[in-house]
């Protein structure tokens, strides 16, 4: 069965960091694309960045270039999103995705299995 656990929410002041991680089971990391989503109170689930097993990262969301970076550790099955410079409007529940494809997809419809989230609240 495949599941995916995000981890390392939090509450952080504005310009602080936080890594969140995405603990990933049911399956081995070879071709795969993970995705880092969020989604704000009264909006619409928004892609991040993505990360996979045989192209460039891909970036989602142009707001976060310069701030946040997404890596992997195929030994512990696992993909961190290291957040730096947090601003307000980055608060958000965090989700990682998942599809068994070697290239991130264009769209979220496309990811096959999600985590339950994990909440970042940034303060001003």
Do not use: H
Request: hydrophobic share 35%; aromatic share 12%; with cysteine.
């Amino acid at each position: 069965e495949v599941q995916l656990v995000e981890s390392g929410g939090g509450l952080v002041q504005a310009g602080g960091s936080l890594r969140l991680s995405c603990a990933a089971s049911g399956f081995t990391f070879d071709d795969y694309a993970i995705g880092w989503f969020r989604q704000a109170p009264g909006k619409e689930r928004e892609g991040v960045l993505c990360i996979s097993s045989s192209a460039p990262n891909t970036y989602y969301d142009d707001s976060v270039m310069g701030r946040f970076t997404i890596s992997s550790d195929n030994a512990k099955n696992t993909v961190y999103l290291q957040m730096n410079s947090l601003k307000p409007e980055d608060t958000a529940v965090y989700y990682c995705a998942v599809i068994f494809e070697r290239l991130c997809p264009a769209t979220r419809s496309e990811y096959e299995y999600w985590g339950q989230g994990t909440q970042v609240t940034v303060s001003s």
